[in-house]
T-cell receptor, first 116, second 111 residues
C-alpha cells in the first residue's frame, strides 16, 4: 500500500524564484492538504484540495497556489520566493469530503526548501 | 491567544515512567482532537484521535479530553527511549476542514 509520496525531497532556490512541489496521496485517498513547517514550529495549514478545487485556505499570501489533478495528486507552487519561505513543506492526504471528514491525516516525508 | 497551546519543553522523563503531555485550545466548538508524533527530521505520524470527553486507551498511550476545560492530554506509560520525539496536539473545528496544530512538545526519555 503506497503511502503519501512527495518530490523533490530537498531543494535550494534563490530569492525571487518560483518553486513547484508535488504530492501523490495515499492509495484510496482523494483529499490533499498542504502544510508549511518552520524549524521548531508546528505545521501551518496552507490549503486543502478536494475534487480538484481548493476547499479551504490558511493565512498564506496569493504567492502560494496549488492544483489537484484528476488522479488526486497535487502541486504546490510558490512564486517570488522570500527567505522566510524556507521550511519543510508537508503534504497530507485523507479520505472523504471535507464536511464529513474525521480529520485524520497521513503525511508524506516532506520537501525541504531552502531559500538563499 | 493561540488556537492550540502546548508547552514546548523539553520534557525529560526517566525510562519506564509515565510521560504526561498537555494541550489547551481556544475554540469551544472544536470537535475532533489528535496527537501526532514527529521524530527529528521526519514527518508527523498520527498516534491517537479522540472525539468525546473522557479517556481513550491504545496500548501504552492514553488520550484524555475535557471539553469543559478545553484541555487535551496524552499519557505514555512505561516510557521507552523510542518515545523520544516531538508530540503535536491538533484539532479540527466544527465547520472547518483544516487541522490546526500546536507548536509541539519535545519529549526526551532518559535511560
Amino acid at each position: 500500500d503506497a503511502g503519501v509520496t512527495q518530490s523533490p525531497t530537498h531543494l535550494i532556490k534563490t530569492r525571487g524564484q518560483q518553486v513547484t512541489l508535488r504530492c501523490s496521496p495515499k492509495s484510496g485517498h482523494d483529499t490533499v492538504s498542504w502544510y508549511q513547517q518552520a524549524l521548531g514550529q508546528g505545521p501551518q495549514f496552507i490549503f486543502q484540495y478536494y475534487e480538484e478545487e481548493e476547499r479551504q485556505r490558511g493565512n498564506f499570501p496569493d504567492r502560494f497556489s496549488g492544483h489537484q489533478f484528476p488522479n488526486y495528486s497535487s502541486e504546490l507552487n510558490v512564486n517570488a520566493l522570500l527567505l522566510g519561505d524556507s521550511a519543510l513543506y508537508l503534504c497530507a492526504s485523507s479520505l472523504g469530503p471535507p464536511r464529513v471528514w474525521t480529520g485524520e491525516l497521513f503525511f508524506g516525508e516532506g520537501s525541504r526548501l531552502t531559500v538563499l | 491567544q493561540k488556537e492550540v497551546e502546548q508547552n514546548s519543553g523539553p520534557l525529560s522523563v526517566p525510562e519506564g515512567a509515565i510521560a504526561s503531555l498537555n494541550c489547551t485550545y481556544s475554540d469551544r466548538g472544536s470537535q475532533s482532537f489528535f496527537w501526532y508524533r514527529q521524530y527529528s527530521g521526519k514527518s508527523p505520524e498520527l498516534i491517537m484521535s479522540i472525539y468525546s470527553n473522557g479517556d481513550k486507551e491504545d496500548g501504552r498511550f492514553t488520550a484524555q479530553l475535557n471539553k469543559a476545560s478545553q484541555y487535551v492530554s496524552l499519557l505514555i506509560r512505561d516510557s521507552q527511549p523510542s518515545d523520544s520525539a516531538t508530540y503535536l496536539c491538533a484539532l479540527k473545528g466544527p465547520s472547518a476542514s483544516k487541522i490546526i496544530f500546536g507548536s509541539g512538545t519535545r519529549l526526551s526519555i532518559r535511560p
